[in-house]
């Protein structure tokens, strides 16, 4: 692969092709007979994880499925490795090198490629995304390196990827999302449809409040969307300047958040005023009405 060459997606085949063997009760001559097809077998205690590696969750349950299949029919596919400063970097198959140490391999088949730090990094993503092993916020992060850390566009990186322009952009901006939302959706909670909705709400807080809700099955992604219009539609201008909110409002404010379980808002006006409290479904609705009957 040339180094100015970032359209990798394609070249994958050629870098996976042709390397499948079977490595159950290997002998000696089929040992040799393997290492002259340019795979090699190396210590698995040479061998570092790929540092720019997207994916950061492995399924335990799934890496001993792996194992037990390896201890019965050998490791079919060789990890991908590039040599390091000390001992090899995996640059694709951490998956399978994971497995292989539950199995108790001592070395395993590999492929030796030279690749720069950007080869190996794009390599990396491309081949997770390929097999769609990466969940959809690991897949935004590694997009994302790709243009923090080698400064690629995003029509480039849709072309090394096989993606579109507008896949690019809609996953990059599941980024944006709090913590506690894109948390959710690494592990599965939230739907990546939800999630790029809850992105178009301004309000962290809010983005926060509306995932908690669509967890409990309360919105789905068209209310959301509902929402997230009605909020930039155009509102009628005050031409009068609010005043700013004094602390005991504020606090009041909370204190009756925590109470009710949702947004509450106090507007005044002289001696007068109005409570507004929100709601995000017919059932956070149906659930206020009926607190708000026990208080009669």
């Known amino acids: ?144 390196q790709m243009i923090g850390n080698f400064g690629m566009t995003q029509e480039e990186v849709s072309k090394s990827v096989g993606k579109s322009r507008p896949y690019i952009t809609n996953s990059l901006r599941l980024l944006k999302l709090p913590e506690e939302v894109r948390n959710f959706v690494s592990e599965g909670k939230l739907t990546t449809g939800h999630a790029r909705a809850i992105a178009g709400i301004a309000d962290k807080e809010k983005q926060i409040e509306l995932a908690e809700f669509t967890i409990k099955g309360e919105l789905s992604v068209r209310e959301i969307e509902k929402l997230i219009k009605e909020e930039h539609s155009p509102k009628k201008r005050n031409p009068r300047k609010k005043a700013a909110k004094s602390a005991d409002v504020k606090r009041v404010e909370e204190d009756l958040k925590h109470i009710i379980g949702t947004k509450v808002t106090l507007n005044q006006s002289g001696r007068k005023g109005k409570i507004e409290i929100e709601y995000y479904s017919r059932e956070e609705l149906e659930r206020l009405i009926e607190l708000l009957k026990t208080l009669g």
């Open 1 to 144: 692969m040339a180094a100015k060459n970032r359209g990798l997606g394609r070249g994958l085949d050629a870098l996976f092709s042709s390397s499948e063997i079977d490595t159950k009760e290997i002998s000696a001559e089929k040992k040799e007979e393997i290492q002259a097809r340019g795979i090699d077998f190396i210590n698995i205690n040479d061998i570092k994880p790929n540092e720019n590696q997207p994916r950061k969750v492995f399924d335990e349950e799934k890496l001993q499925e792996l194992a037990s299949s390896i201890r019965e029919h050998g490791l079919i596919q060789p990890v991908i490795l590039r040599k390091a400063e000390k001992g090899y970097e995996i640059v694709a198959g951490e998956r399978r090198w994971r497995a292989c140490r539950k199995a108790g391999l001592k070395e395993i088949p590999c492929i030796i490629k030279e690749l720069t730090d950007e080869q190996n990094m794009l390599v990396a993503i491309i081949e997770n995304m390929q097999r769609e092993d990466l969940n959809p916020i690991e897949e935004a992060e590694g997009l994302n």
